[in-house]
């Protein structure tokens, strides 16, 4: 050894010291290194889990949101699609409503003008008859008592043909003129009918004009002049 230059016993004294400092390390100091590297690594694995967890429920958060943000839309989407839906019956309610409104005001402007049309052409009745009587006394050249005015003013207004009689159940009686209780009860006896509409049109100028249901029986004045025209022609 000592032609090597090694000391003997300063080389066993720094082995000896080597392996007092190996032992207090490995007895002392390298199982706490060894616990802090397992800590640290446990909690890096921990703080990696964690992190993960907290990835997976941002994620699922994020899923929740976008699943209610989409509830919410649909919710009011619909909720706009019913409100617009409300919208638009309450208008076509309110329109259905007006028209409604509007043909039962034109309904009943067509019954007041016709009821004041058949009041006016009621009271006229007595002046058309004197003037129609005028005439015929002009052109007959002769005078005729009351009774015989009667009865050809009743005739006039109120003569209905012979093909009437039994003509149906449910009857339209047009009349140049309204006519007066006794006639239409004599209309009713006529037809055997057991409703009977009753209406005014002074275009037929006299007789009646009788319908049940595709029948006609026309014995107006209007119809008369027709037929003999085309006679004529």
Not at 19 to 36: D, E, Q, S, T, Y
Not at 55 to 65: I, K, S, T, V
């Amino acid at each position: 050894m000592d032609a090597l230059g090694i000391n003997l016993g300063f080389l066993l004294a720094q082995i000896f010291n080597f392996l007092l400092i190996f032992f207090l390390l490995a007895r002392g100091v390298w199982p706490k290194v060894l616990n802090m590297l397992d800590e640290r690594e446990e909690k890096i694995k921990r703080g990696l889990e964690d992190a993960r967890a907290a990835e997976d429920a941002r994620a699922n958060a994020e899923r929740e949101r976008e699943q209610l943000l989409a509830g919410a839309r649909a919710d009011s989407q619909r909720i706009l699609d019913e409100a617009r839906q409300r919208g638009e019956e309450q208008a076509r309610a309110i329109l259905r409503d007006a028209q409604h409104e509007a043909e039962d005001r034109r309904a009943q402007a067509h019954a007041q003008a016709e009821e004041e049309r058949n009041r006016i052409l009621a009271e006229s009745r007595e002046q058309i008859v004197a003037l129609a009587m005028a005439a015929a006394e002009r052109v007959l050249g002769t005078s005729l008592d009351a009774a015989q005015q009667r009865t050809a003013i009743k005739r006039f207004f109120t003569e209905a043909p012979a093909e009437a009689r039994g003509l149906g159940q449910h009857v339209e009686v047009t009349s140049a003129l309204p006519l007066t209780d006794d006639e239409q009860q004599q209309v009713r006896q006529l037809t055997g009918a057991s409703e009977v509409d009753f209406q005014v049109n002074p275009g037929i100028l006299g007789g009646l004009v009788l319908r049940s249901g595709d029948k006609v029986v026309d014995g107006s004045v209007r119809g008369d002049m027709t037929a003999l025209a085309a006679r004529l022609r």
